[in-house]
Every structure is written in structure tokens, then in C-alpha cells.
């Protein structure tokens, strides 16, 4: 396992966070490094979990950055001087990038290394991650813990017959005639691989995770110089629930941004927060988290709506000087509150899972 380097990325957000302290507890002898990309944008929340982090691991958490001392000061504002003041968005990620994947594959180097993502259980996405060959990532919380280059590669129809035999090597003294069935079975428009996955994990998770890494064996990904993996037995599948959990019973807490703060519109009270971490300004919010900016950190906001100046806006169609007009204001937060009393009566009241799509695409929730 020394061969290999194990690394975490830290968000500021929830899911990295628990899933640091769930492999440190679960795993201890995985030697991970922690680091965290600093874009010198964040909230004073993210810096603080970081250093409760540290604290609750027993390790120091690497600060990575894209530009040492700048003229233009902080990393984001070195880069959006380069790109003339063209602000990034969904379609130009340019921060994702710079900010994030750029110093993070300068920190690894061409090390092989095991890149750990907190993507849960729940969520169905894939990271927006580095491909560089000697980086390979795993996503523990999920039942299928390897990535969709991977699970591409071993269930390829060219590659049914070595797969056929490892498999058979496998399960030669089970009983798993089943899988290997489903092993043999073409991928097809009308079995496709997705199908052809879950019919495989269902078939036992365990099994499919020694097959995945008896075939990456023979190829050049990091994981095929070690011996052994000890998350082949890992069947856990962790949902925002358990993150929750983790995040409290290791006395971390969750960051201050998530909790809920009142609101009044209409002589009605509802709730708001922020839902994820990165960027205060992070295009990817939603217009009540900016609203939410707007009305409890102002100077930020303020900062926000400066960056407007050259005419590239955060929000597409939208000025954040028009957003926060009363009337638009008073309109956002009727939206909301129609939202939170139509959700509130669910199983979890928690304004998080309210606010929460179940699909964070933000930057700090990108890769790491």
C-alpha cells in the first residue's frame, strides 16, 4: 500500500468532511492525505471546519493554491484578471479548473494515487474529476464504489470472455451461477450497462468489487501494483442521513452556514441558508442562498455584485443590484416559502434537505 498515495480533498462542505472522519475510523491503516484547495473566496465557516477537522483526525490538512503572492491578491481575482473579468459559470468553469483541479494535480504530481470522493449514496452523479492516468478515483459511500471509466472498461462486451474467467475464479467454490450469467450477458440498447451493474452488485458487492480489481490488475490504473484493497469489503451505503450523523457524533458539527434563519414575508415565517460550501459567491446557489448572502453577510454580497462591474453576471439574465430590489426580494422568498411548507411535513425537516436538490454540482463538490 506504501507504493500508492491515498488523498482526500476537503470542501468545507458536509459529505468530505464525514467521509474523512468515516475512512479514518473505518480504515486506519489508509495513510490518506488531506488537503484543501484555497481559492482566498471561501466563507470564515469552511477555514473553521477545516481546523476542527484537523483536530478530530489527528492530522494536519495541506492548504493548496493556485498562485503564491499576486498583484491582484487572492487566486479567484489572479484568475479573472487573466480572463479579462470574464466571470465563470456553468457553461466556463474556468475556477473548477484553475482553483481546484489544476492545484490538485500539481500537488500528486505523476504519483499513482487513490483519489477518495464523498459523493453519497443517494446522489446519482459522477465528480467532475481529474483524468489524469496515474489518478484514480473511489467513492466509498456509494454501493459502487468505482468510477464510470472503470466500471466502462470491465463491462465492455470486448472484454466478456477475461472477465467470464476471473469471475469463475471468483465464486468456484459458491454457488453464484446467476452472476456468472449475468457476467456472460452482452451489454444491449435493451440491457444496458447500467442495468448490467446493478444486476452484478445485486448479485453480491463483494464479488464485484474482487472482479473490478482482479481485472485492474491488468491494467495500468494505480490500484493494480497492491496485493490487496481492503475497501473490496466495503458494503456500506451512506446517505445524507448517516452524514449528518457522522458530522455530529464526531463533534465536528456542521458548518454554521447550514443552520436555518427565520424569515418573515407575508406575515408568514419560513427558512433559508446557505446549502453548500466553495465560493461565497458560487454561481451554482440558488437566487434565496444569494438573497440569504445578501441579508446576512452584505459586505460579501457587496463584493459579489462589484465583480458585475464589467457586465458578465452571476446569475444568467439576471444583475445582483436587480435581484435584490424589495419586490424581487419579496418574490424569491414567497417561492421559498410555498417550497418549505410544501416539504416540511416530509420525514426529514431538516431545511438542508429542503433547500438540497440532492444533485450539488458547485465546485467544491466537483472533485473532492
Known amino acids: 500500500m506504501n507504493k500508492i498515495r491515498h488523498v482526500l480533498g476537503i470542501s468545507g462542505g458536509k459529505d468530505s468532511a464525514a467521509l474523512a472522519i468515516y475512512l479514518s475510523e473505518k480504515y486506519p491503516n489508509l495513510d490518506i492525505e488531506y488537503y484543501f484547495c484555497d481559492t482566498?473566496?471561501?466563507?470564515?465557516?469552511?477555514?473553521?471546519?477545516?481546523?476542527?477537522l484537523e483536530t478530530v483526525l489527528n492530522k494536519k490538512?495541506?492548504?493548496?493554491?493556485?498562485?503564491?503572492?499576486?498583484?491582484?491578491?487572492?487566486p479567484f481575482?489572479?484568475?479573472?484578471?487573466?480572463?479579462?473579468?470574464?466571470l465563470p459559470s456553468?457553461?466556463?468553469?474556468?475556477?473548477?479548473?484553475?482553483?481546484?483541479?489544476?492545484?490538485?494535480?500539481?500537488?500528486?504530481?505523476?504519483?499513482?494515487?487513490?483519489?477518495?470522493v464523498g459523493i453519497r449514496g443517494d446522489e446519482d452523479r459522477e465528480a467532475y474529476i481529474s483524468h489524469k492516468p496515474n489518478i484514480q478515483s473511489i467513492f466509498p459511500f456509494r454501493r459502487n464504489i468505482w468510477s464510470e471509466d472503470v466500471i466502462s472498461k470491465v463491462l465492455n462486451n470486448l472484454n466478456i470472455a477475461p472477465i467470464t474467467e476471473i469471475y469463475s475464479k471468483i465464486v468456484a467454490?459458491?454457488?453464484?451461477?446467476?452472476?456468472?450469467?449475468?457476467?456472460?450477458?452482452?451489454?444491449?440498447?435493451?440491457?444496458?450497462?447500467?442495468?448490467?451493474?446493478?444486476?452484478?452488485?445485486?448479485?453480491?458487492?463483494?464479488?464485484?468489487?474482487?472482479?473490478?480489481?482482479?481485472?485492474?490488475?491488468?491494467?495500468?490504473?494505480?490500484?493494480?501494483?497492491?496485493?490487496?484493497?481492503?475497501?473490496?469489503?466495503?458494503?456500506?451505503?451512506?446517505?445524507?442521513?448517516?452524514?449528518f450523523r457522522?458530522?455530529?457524533?464526531?463533534?465536528?458539527?456542521?458548518?454554521?452556514?447550514?443552520?436555518?434563519?427565520?424569515?418573515?414575508?407575508?406575515?408568514?415565517?419560513?427558512q433559508y441558508s446557505r446549502t453548500r460550501s466553495?465560493?461565497?459567491?458560487?454561481?451554482?446557489?440558488?437566487?434565496?442562498?444569494?438573497?440569504?448572502?445578501?441579508?446576512?453577510?452584505?459586505?460579501?454580497?457587496?463584493?459579489?455584485?462589484?465583480?458585475?462591474?464589467?457586465?458578465?453576471?452571476?446569475?444568467?439574465?439576471?444583475?445582483?443590484?436587480?435581484l435584490i430590489k424589495?419586490?424581487?426580494?419579496?418574490?424569491?422568498?414567497?417561492d421559498q416559502l410555498k417550497r418549505f411548507l410544501q416539504l416540511s411535513n416530509k420525514k426529514s425537516n431538516r431545511l438542508v434537505d429542503i433547500l438540497d436538490n440532492g444533485n450539488e454540482t458547485g465546485c467544491a463538490a466537483c472533485f473532492i
Open 61 to 74: 490538512i495541506v492548504h493548496l493554491k493556485s498562485v503564491g503572492n499576486s498583484p491582484a491578491g487572492t
Open 90 to 116: 456553468s457553461q466556463a468553469r474556468w475556477c473548477t479548473r484553475k482553483l481546484k483541479l489544476e492545484p490538485f494535480e500539481k500537488y500528486v504530481g505523476d504519483d499513482l494515487v487513490v483519489s477518495y
Open 326 to 334: 424589495p419586490v424581487r426580494i419579496k418574490l424569491i422568498k414567497e
Open 173 to 243: 467454490s459458491t454457488k453464484l451461477d446467476a452472476g456468472i450469467e449475468i457476467v456472460r450477458k452482452k451489454v444491449t440498447p435493451e440491457f444496458n450497462q447500467d442495468q448490467k451493474l446493478i444486476a452484478l452488485l445485486e448479485a453480491g458487492i463483494e464479488t464485484f468489487n474482487q472482479l473490478v480489481f482482479e481485472f485492474l490488475k491488468t491494467t495500468d490504473y494505480p490500484l493494480s501494483i497492491v496485493e490487496d484493497y481492503p475497501l473490496l469489503d466495503n458494503t456500506d451505503v451512506l446517505v445524507k442521513d448517516d452524514i
Open 40 to 52: 482566498g473566496k471561501e466563507l470564515d465557516e469552511t477555514y473553521i471546519l477545516v481546523e476542527k
Open 246 to 270: 457522522i458530522m455530529e457524533e464526531s463533534g465536528v458539527g456542521l458548518p454554521d452556514y447550514y443552520n436555518p434563519i427565520e424569515f418573515e414575508v407575508n406575515g408568514e415565517k419560513g
Open 278 to 322: 466553495g465560493c461565497f459567491f458560487c454561481f451554482f446557489q440558488q437566487k434565496i442562498e444569494w438573497i440569504w448572502l445578501y441579508e446576512q453577510h452584505p459586505d460579501l454580497f457587496n463584493k459579489a455584485m462589484h465583480y458585475e462591474k464589467d457586465g458578465y453576471t452571476w446569475i444568467q439574465g439576471e444583475r445582483l443590484e436587480d
Open 77 to 86: 481575482d489572479h484568475f479573472l484578471e487573466i480572463f479579462g473579468g470574464y
